[in-house]
């Protein structure tokens, strides 16, 4: 069986996101969506609350599974037992810090990462920038209502 994981801190899970989840999903038997906690950072929701929503999405997808962890990315794709990690890239500085990110990742392992280019149009949208629209009171429905 083909596993991947998709992983992020998906707070919040954006158009963005569903994106790479709709792109990918056909090459793998499994995906499996990481929601990664970092006790350093502050969410606008708890880790248990973007599972749940994010698996609420992909309820009626088999072949999607939604889980948190609290370890590191190489880890958690072990546990999984993945082959791959999947991750969107928006821009340079993306390809780069994933880049770097993928290279670390195959030392400790044999696990491949793949970096999949934002559909045009998407590469403006990011977590950070959402939660900042959502802080000063604008509407984010447009980048993460998840049709």
Do not use: W
Request: proline residues 3%; contains cysteine.
């Amino acid at each position: 069986m083909r596993t991947a994981i998709f992983v992020g801190s998906f707070d919040p899970y954006t158009i963005g996101h569903h994106s790479v989840v709709k792109r990918i999903l056909p090459l793998f038997d499994k995906l499996v969506i990481g929601v990664g906690i970092n006790d350093k950072k502050q969410y606008t929701c708890s880790g248990e609350e973007r599972v749940k929503r994010i698996a609420a999405i992909y309820a009626q997808e088999q072949h999607i599974e939604v889980r948190a962890y609290h370890d590191l990315t190489i880890d958690f794709a072990k546990r999984e037992g993945a082959q791959f990690i999947i991750k969107g890239v928006r821009n340079v500085a993306d390809f780069e810090y994933e880049r770097t990110q993928a290279d670390i990742n195959r030392k400790l392992s044999s696990i491949e990462t793949i970096l999949l280019p934002a559909e045009p149009g998407l590469d403006i949208i990011s977590s950070s920038m959402v939660r900042e629209l959502a802080r000063f009171g604008k509407d984010t429905s447009e980048f993460t209502t998840i049709i």
